[in-house]
């Protein structure tokens, strides 16, 4: 037979480990000892509650107390909790990840495990991280039970004796190391607690003088509470204290369930008008209260960390260290989750209340955006609620947008409209529907002009993420839109038709054109516009375009967003008629002012240009005058 025998683990090598290794960042030591003192005050108030034992009415106002002596160089956390038994501390203390909150649990199974935190028995020794000793004073809840002193310095031993304490609970002190002495500053300490122990379930007080003392954190944090019973004022307001920022958010969600898991927090969307400030945004994942970590990837979806937010998930499986978690599919399923309720809260509000929904549209659109970018399976719950506004201000989303907006080809009429209709049915079943949009209104008023006096309308594409998002549209949606920004396909959107059109006069028309005209690189057209009163306009591929565009978003050097420029003359304009009977001076003249006119309107002339320009009109107003 094989002998059989226990590993042995000797402690004077483990210490040094654990308190090196098991945690990524001192500062939680601080969380772990006041989250023992909320443990031991939620397992006495099970205990009275189940009625164990009878409540001391003298010691009921459950509480943590801190308090610092910097003369003695000790930090100090007491709680008036459950309290210990001499036994109870060699047991729970003194053995190594023997964890009490696991004992209690299986032994109170009944009354449930909620509430409580520990769970791993090794949150005591992250204390040995910033001290050199720590002393532990308790007295157990039992009946007739002494106060037990305990003492050590972390390495391998330590003493235990009674000890004289009147009250229930524990006191631990913690003489704290040299090289630590920030945890004995005041400041320190508050802000240590303001982050880790906001929203813990019972008042914790520092430096407590019985009287107008107030707690340092909120025991019932907003987000528990039901959304139907939370103002907008409340929401406000814990947001302002929460995230110390003093723009109200624009917008709220509110996420509360209970199952497949239970889930409680509030994702604000705050105020942001450039990509460097979507980055600040912090999601704060807490456990029972407690708090674990920002913006952690498995749980909370990337692209929510853009918001600010508070999620607290008693399921999800923590290891040891807090701060990690387990590599486990229920954290991606909370993850998609959270996603999910997301989509679910946004979709609701679109149905229900279309038009706080598009009060609200242009603060969220940028986060919504960006969220269908990063992750499809958001796209694909929110497609249909992505809404764009159009030339008539109002808002639609895409399918609404082509449903009542015809667009180009289904407008041409007469002609046209009969020699390209074998070509438009079979456009309906494979290609995309052309959506013109504007990015710049002010910069794009002249289009713009045309374009709705020619009856066509277009979507309003203005923030600095649409450029990427029209494509990203087009990536996952390639049969159904395709984007031209409304200088990019003039031609095809405003031309009358074929009706009139003569080639060989057009021909001509180009080349007088191109033979007088000083830019060289911009290529010449002629057609016929639905819109006479101007001469000619600039269009601009928008494939090119977007290419210079993208290259310039990531700094890629000598991008050109105007290659492809082309010039369309209008035919349909006076000016243009008379062009190829005009005298050789005169033609000069007016090819490179209708130029330079077309430019303007589309973007800025060079230099060189912009004084020929101004030459040109000066000479006209002299004519005008004489
Ligand atoms: P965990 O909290 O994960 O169980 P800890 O190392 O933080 O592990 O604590 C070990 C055990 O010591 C606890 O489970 C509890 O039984 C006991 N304990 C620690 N602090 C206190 C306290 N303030 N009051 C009562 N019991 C405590
Ligand atoms: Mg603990």
């Known amino acids: 037979m094989a002998k059989q025998g226990n590993i042995q683990i000797a402690s004077e090598n483990m210490m040094p480990i654990i308190k090196k290794w098991l945690y990524s960042d001192k500062d939680i030591f601080l969380r772990e000892i006041v989250a023992n003192g909320i443990d031991a005050i939620t397992k006495y108030r099970k205990l009275v509650e189940m009625g164990e034992t009878a409540e001391d009415e003298s010691n009921k106002n459950y509480c943590i107390k801190i308090s610092v002596d910097k003369d003695a160089k000790t930090l100090t956390v007491e709680d008036n909790g459950i309290g210990m038994t001499e036994n109870e501390v060699e047991k729970y203390i003194t053995q ?23 769970h791993f028995g090794l949150g005591f020794y992250s204390a040995y991280m910033v001290s050199e000793n720590i002393e532990i004073f308790t007295k157990s809840y039992r009946e007739g039970a002494k106060g037990v002193h305990w003492e050590s310095d972390g390495e391998s031993t330590y003493t235990i004796e009674d000890c004289d304490k009147a009250e229930r609970g524990t006191r631990i002190v913690m003489h704290i190391a040299k ?50 019973e939370c ?74 960390t853009l918001l600010n937010g508070v999620i607290d998930c008693p399921d999800i499986p923590l290891n040891v260290s807090r701060s990690f978690l387990q590599n486990d599919r229920q954290v991606q399923k909370i993850s998609k989750h959270i ?13 229900t209340d279309r038009k706080k929904y598009q009060q609200c549209w242009n603060d969220i659109s940028v986060f919504i955006k960006l969220g269908c970018i990063k992750d499809e399976d958001f796209y694909s719950k929110v497609k249909d609620i992505i809404i764009f506004k159009d030339l008539n201000g109002e808002y639609k989303n895409l399918d609404e947008f082509i449903g009542k907006a015809p667009q180009a080809e289904a407008n041409a009429e007469g002609e046209s409209a009969a020699a390209e209709g074998d070509k438009a049915e079979e456009k309906k079943e494979e290609q995309p529907t052309t959506i013109y949009y504007i990015s710049d209104e002010a910069g794009q008023a002249q289009y713009i002009d045309m374009f709705k006096n020619a009856g066509l309308n277009a979507i309003v594409c203005d923030t600095f993420i649409d450029t990427h998002f029209v494509s990203y549209l087009e990536y996952k949606e390639p049969t159904k839109y395709r984007f031209m920004r409304i200088d990019a396909d003039v031609d095809a959107a405003l031309k009358n038709g074929e009706a009139g059109k003569d080639e060989e006069a057009d021909k001509a028309l180009v080349e007088a054109f191109k033979a007088v005209l000083k ?38 050097a000598g991008a ?22 005009l005298d050789e001076q005169k033609k000069t003249f007016v090819a490179n002012q209708v130029y330079y006119m077309a430019r303007l309107a589309y973007k800025k002339l060079s230099p060189e240009e912009m004084k020929e320009f101004a030459e040109n009109n000066a000479a006209l107003l002299k004519n005008y005058i004489d």
Not at 560 to 581: C, K, Q, S, W, Y
């Open 96 to 118: 190594i990840a023997f964890s009490g909150a696991a004992d209690f649990l299986a032994k109170y199974e009944k009354a449930g495990g909620d509430g409580i935190i520990g």
């Open 560 to 581: 050109d967003a105007d290659r492809d420029m082309t010039l369309i003359l209008n035919t349909a304009n006076p000016v243009i008629e008379a062009f190829t009977g």
């Open 339 to 351: 996603t999910k309720k997301v989509a679910d809260k946004l979709t609701g509000l679109f149905k």
């Open 231 to 304: 103002t907008d004022e409340e929401y406000k307001e814990f947001y302002r204290k929460t995230f110390h920022d003093y723009h109200d958010p624009l917008f709220w969600i509110h996420l509360n369930m209970e199952y497949p898991f239970r889930l409680k927090g509030i994702l604000y969307f705050p105020k942001v008008k450039s990509k460097v400030e979507l980055e600040r945004g912090k999601v704060k994942l807490y456990c029972n209260q407690v708090y674990i970590a920002d913006n952690i990837k498995e749980v909370i979806p990337e692209f929510l």
């Open 519 to 556: 830019n060289t690189s911009v290529a010449v057209k002629a057609e016929k516009l639905k819109n006479a009163e101007v001469p000619a306009i600039i269009n601009v591929s928008e494939f090119s375009r977007r290419f210079g565009e993208m290259n310039a978003f990531y700094g890629i």
């Open 179 to 228: 090289e630590e002495k920030e945890f004995l500053d005041e400041g320190r300490i508050r802000s240590l607690i303001e982050k880790y122990c906001a929203f813990m379930p019972y008042d914790i007080y520092y430096n407590f003088t019985g009287k107008d003392d107030k707690a340092l954190n909120d025991t019932h944090p907003l987000y528990l509470k039901n959304p139907k």
